[in-house]
Structure formats: structure tokens, C-alpha cells
């Protein structure tokens, strides 16, 4: 009769976590080693549950997201910054623009000296190579 009695406690005592309510889905409930653990479907959080007088008492577990949440905000905060900055280099009137006459007469002298000085580099060849003695073919 005991045997019975204690079956029955059991039995009720589990009926609640078995039989789904109205918005059951947001909570699972898995067995582990000394209890129960109890997630929230929809915010990830994490529980670990224990059998008492009481009924479940569960004591929340701090998890890896929670931990990190600041370095994520400060991250996307970063990434939101460097893709201001991109768009800003990209789409930017200055990058598009034409160089100013200064800008241009600039660069012309620099290809200029870089290409007379090439040239001088090119003549110091052929001149050595003419001075050069014609090795013998005997």
C-alpha cells in the first residue's frame, strides 16, 4: 500500500513537468547528474534544477553569452564605426575627384625625372657594351 501511495506522489509530483501548459515550449527541461537542467528557449538562459520540499528549486548558471555580452557590444560598436568610416572613404566626393593642376604638374616632373634618369641608365649599357672587346671566335 506505501509502494502505491509513493507511486502516486511521484506520478503527480512529475504530472506538471509532462503535461504541457499553454506556453510550455519556451522552457526544456533535461536530466542531469543531481537534478534537472532547465533552459529558456527564447533568451538561452540556463537553470539547474533540484528536487525539494518544495518542489524544483532552480538557481541560474552563468553562461559563456552572458560573460561575453560586453565584448559583443564593444565589437559591434567597433564594426559599426570601421563601416562609417569605409562608406566614407568609398562614396567620398575626394576620392572621385580629378587632381588639381598643382597635383598633376607634380606628378608630371616626377615621371619625368624617373624616366630621363631610365634613359640615362639604358645609354651607360649600349656605351659599355660598344667599349666592350668582341671575345675571340678562333
Known amino acids: 500500500m506505501r509502494r502505491a501511495i509513493s507511486t502516486c ?8 513537468l509532462a503535461w504541457p501548459a499553454q506556453g510550455a515550449d519556451r522552457y526544456r ?4 547528474e543531481g537534478g534537472f537542467v532547465r533552459m529558456d528557449t527564447e533568451t538561452g538562459k540556463m537553470s ?16 559563456e553569452t552572458s560573460a561575453d555580452a560586453g565584448r559583443i557590444a564593444a565589437l559591434e560598436s567597433r564594426v559599426a564605426e570601421l563601416e562609417e568610416r569605409l562608406a566614407e572613404l568609398d562614396g567620398g566626393e ?3 575627384a580629378l587632381p588639381s593642376d598643382q597635383e598633376f604638374e607634380q606628378t608630371m616632373t616626377l ?4 624616366l630621363r ?22
Open 29 to 32: 527541461l533535461e536530466r542531469a
Open 9 to 16: 506522489l511521484v506520478i503527480a509530483a512529475a504530472l506538471p
Open 111 to 114: 615621371m619625368e625625372r624617373f
Open 117 to 138: 634618369r631610365f634613359m640615362g641608365i639604358v645609354k651607360e649599357f649600349e656605351t659599355e657594351a660598344e667599349q666592350e672587346p668582341a671575345p675571340d671566335r678562333t
Open 94 to 96: 575626394a576620392a572621385h
Open 48 to 63: 539547474f534544477c533540484e528536487t525539494g520540499s518544495g518542489g524544483l528549486i532552480c538557481t541560474d548558471v552563468a553562461s
